[in-house]
């Protein structure tokens, strides 16, 4: 039995299917990079993990990254915390004591660690809902600076007439943790600022120089052996 050839309405039928073929891959091809453009653009935009801090003075605002229930480095700096309104002082340490405690119960904000260098705090903190975190920071930086300065609420603190002199330096500086090491490292971070309000800013750098080469004989093993 012969084959039958195939005809012209045959050919122009296959062809067509083919493009309609080439067409769906071409389409399915566009979607899979478009997704990987949008998924590119979510890992860059949350690249950062530190936002804030005095280098971000005059600069425009950015998100800040924040990754619910992991630890994060806290930073609240003030250049105008000298004299009376240290945070080392008996009266100013129970307000920052207090005010952390009251407002990281309302906010759902867990603390396991704070170190007060007299200038600055260091606080190493966790949040179930990035809101959460907002308010948080929002009440203490507020509460802290109008308590220290018994400034009335409603009113300008008394370093506040000029933009220039407001109680904080710049945005809060905060960090996520993402690593057990980088947790061990605050940890250190947090007993050399102990130590520095303690013994001075020599005694710290000692600390911090030889608990960072422990870290890393730790992590990568002791190279001089």
Do not use: C
């Not at 998924?39 to 936002?51: A, G, M, Q, V, W």
């Not at 005010?99 to 906010?107: C, F, M, N, P």
């Amino acid at each position: 039995m012969k084959q039958k050839q195939p005809t012209l309405f045959d050919y122009q039928e296959t062809l067509l299917s083919n493009r309609k073929a080439e067409a769906n891959s071409s389409k399915k091809k566009q979607k899979s990079k478009s997704k990987r453009k949008t998924l590119s653009k979510e890992e860059k935009k949350y690249s950062r993990t530190t936002h804030g801090g005095e280098e971000s003075q005059g600069r425009r605002k950015e998100y800040r990254p924040l990754a619910e229930n992991k630890w994060h480095h806290l930073t609240l700096k003030s250049e105008k915390a000298k004299g009376p309104w240290s945070f080392l002082t008996p009266k100013n340490q129970a307000i920052i004591r207090d005010t952390l405690k009251e407002k990281s119960k309302k906010w759902g904000v867990k603390i396991a660690e704070v170190a007060n260098v007299g200038n600055h705090l260091h606080i190493k903190l966790k949040f179930k809902y990035r809101k959460g975190f907002q308010n948080f920071l929002r009440a203490v930086t507020s509460l802290i600076a109008r308590k220290i300065t018994n400034a009335k609420k409603g009113t300008p603190l008394p370093t506040q007439k000029h933009k220039q002199n407001k109680f904080w330096q710049g945005l809060a500086f905060t960090r996520v943790l993402k690593t057990s090491y980088e947790v061990l490292q605050l940890k250190g971070y947090f007993k050399a600022n102990r130590i520095q309000a303690a013994k001075g800013e020599n005694a710290r750098e000692e600390f911090l120089n030889a608990f960072n080469d422990w870290i890393r004989k730790m992590r990568y093993g002791d190279s001089s052996a």
